[in-house]
């Protein structure tokens, strides 16, 4: 994500790996001669968290139950289609296309995550939601409100670049530096930011790369961010922070999956 991508360092090969959960799109596939509904996550998410140290988990929104996260030490909430805006107040814009039951799936475990300071990557959409969970809302569709953010969805199934700077003292700084860049695709972002969250990285244009939560690190690590990390196969770091976090709340962490005082 800089221009000079690195992975995180080597864990040894007895380390202990986090068991991380993901959420997951659901919606028709085909796979064989099948075609039907079926729970799906791109890959890219799945090999970034196995690369990372981590054993992956995946959370279909259906049957929706928050004592699953008592069995996990970290979870991602992935990108995907638009958070409904009935769920931050707004009507519909024209182009917005939701799936409101993986909204109320997405924003359920968020907040089950938070309150249980479990280690939380939000990324893309799952930034959105992470804001809208806690009160913020979003804009529906940023080229109305800039028009050069076409570049952050140039096509479709093209993914864009952004280049962003982070905060002194964040998540964000003490993983990528000062400034990096990153693969994105996304035709929202954030407008209203939530209270309990802090923005740690913009774009030149401004729009909000990254958030965390503003309590500090009693509060958990919690990192949101509106790129896509997963797809730069050469740059671990996110990813590596994240699990190395889950491994230290499973250190700390008592029977019942809460952390210890």
């Known amino acids: 994500m800089t221009s000079e ?3 995180p360092p ?8 986090p068991k991380i959960g993901l959420t997951t799109y659901w919606q028709p596939a085909r796979w064989g001669v099948w075609d039907d509904t079926a729970a799906i996550v791109p890959g ?16 279909p929104p259906v049957g929706t139950d928050t004592d699953v996260l008592d069995l996990l030490d970290g979870l991602i ?14 009507a519909p814009h024209p182009s917005t296309i939701s799936q409101p039951e993986r909204d109320d799936h997405d924003i359920t475990l968020t907040r089950a995550a938070l309150d249980a300071h479990l280690p939380l990557f939000a990324i893309c959409r799952g930034a959105q939601v992470l804001n809208v969970a806690l009160g913020g ?13 076409v570049k952050y969805q140039p096509a479709p199934g093209i993914f864009g670049s952004v280049d962003f700077t982070t905060e002194p003292g964040s998540i964000a700084r003490h993983l990528l530096g000062a400034r990096a860049s990153s693969p994105c ?29 503003s309590g500090g690190a009693d509060s958990g690590w919690v990192l949101g961010v509106q790129f896509h990390p997963e797809e730069n196969g050469q740059d671990r770091r996110l990813f590596g922070g994240f699990v190395d976090a889950a491994r230290t709340h499973r250190l700390h962490r008592t029977p019942t999956g809460r952390p210890t005082a």
Do not use: F
């Open 137 to 149: 809302t979003l804009h529906q569709h940023l080229p109305d409100v800039r028009a050069d953010a």
């Open 5 to 7: 991508p690195q992975q």
């Open 77 to 90: 909430v992935v990108g995907g289609v638009d958070v409904d805006p009935a769920s931050y107040g707004a």
């Open 44 to 59: 890219a998410y799945v090999r970034a968290v196995v690369e990372a140290g981590g054993t992956p988990l995946l959370l």
């Open 185 to 213: 695709y996304h035709h929202q972002g954030l407008d209203h930011v939530a209270d309990g969250l802090r923005v740690t990285a913009r774009a030149v244009d401004g729009t909000v790369e990254a958030v965390e939560n």
């Open 10 to 17: 080597a864990q040894p090969p007895d380390a202990y790996r």
